[in-house]
Structure formats: structure tokens, C-alpha cells
């Protein structure tokens, strides 16, 4: 089992920057694949990007490519996602995800466990 709790989030105006953090709790936290997703009003929450547990391959969506930078500490059992150069469709609550895999992190149903979420606010 592993509960997962993001923080970090708020307003920030486009340009800006914003790192958020995804605490894990539980053992086996270095096991687990991590991922971000972020849902807008209104539409789909969809896939940001995600740190794969063997080797630490990284997969970005086309959209945060260049601007959104992921790492993990797995002595803190922590997920940071580092948010620059925002722009105002960037808004949305952003939740981190675990995963038992390691391929196909791009996909909801791949992960287990889920965060809260937390609220990323870009002003133009």
C-alpha cells in the first residue's frame, strides 16, 4: 500500500516557475514508477510526465517537453516535478501516481496509487 500527498501548488504568474512534491509513504516506494497527470476544468486529467523505477527513464508529454523537469529522492520517498516557463494552459490540479510498472506510464490505468492533487494557477 502507498499513500502519496502533493504540495507546492498555487499561482503563479505565466513565466513563472513552481516545484511541486509528491511524498510517498510506505516501504517499497524505489519499486514504483511515478507519474504526473493534470486535469483541467472540464476535460481529462492527462499525462504529464513520469520516471520509470528501473534506470529512471524519464517520458515527457509534447506539451511540458522542455519546460517541466521530474526527479525523485528515494531516501525522502519523494517525487518532485519542476514546473518553468508556465503558461496559463499549464493550470489545472496536478496528481502524482504510482506504478508497479515500468513501460506504458503514459496511461492512467497503469498506476496504482493516486494523490489528492494539488492546484497550479498560471495568470497571463
Known amino acids: 500500500q502507498v499513500q502519496l500527498v502533493e504540495s507546492g501548488g498555487g499561482l503563479v504568474q505565466a513565466g513563472g516557475s513552481l516545484r511541486l512534491s509528491c511524498a510517498a509513504s510506505?516501504?517499497?516506494?524505489?519499486?514504483?514508477?511515478m507519474g504526473w497527470f493534470r486535469q483541467a476544468p472540464g476535460k481529462e486529467r492527462e499525462f504529464v510526465v513520469a520516471?520509470?523505477?528501473?534506470?529512471?527513464?524519464?517520458y515527457f508529454a509534447d506539451s511540458v517537453k522542455g519546460r517541466f523537469t521530474v526527479s525523485r529522492d528515494n531516501a525522502k520517498k519523494t517525487v518532485y516535478l519542476q514546473m518553468n516557463s508556465l503558461k496559463p494552459e499549464d493550470t489545472a490540479v496536478y496528481y502524482c501516481?504510482?506504478?508497479?510498472?515500468?513501460?506504458?506510464?503514459?496511461?492512467?490505468?497503469?498506476?496504482?496509487?493516486w494523490g489528492q492533487g494539488t492546484q497550479v494557477t498560471v495568470s497571463s
Open positions: 501516481a504510482a506504478s508497479q510498472y515500468a513501460a506504458g506510464l503514459g496511461t492512467l490505468s497503469r498506476y496504482n496509487y
Open positions: 510506505g516501504r517499497t516506494f524505489s519499486t514504483y514508477s
Open positions: 520516471m520509470a523505477w528501473i534506470g529512471g527513464t524519464t
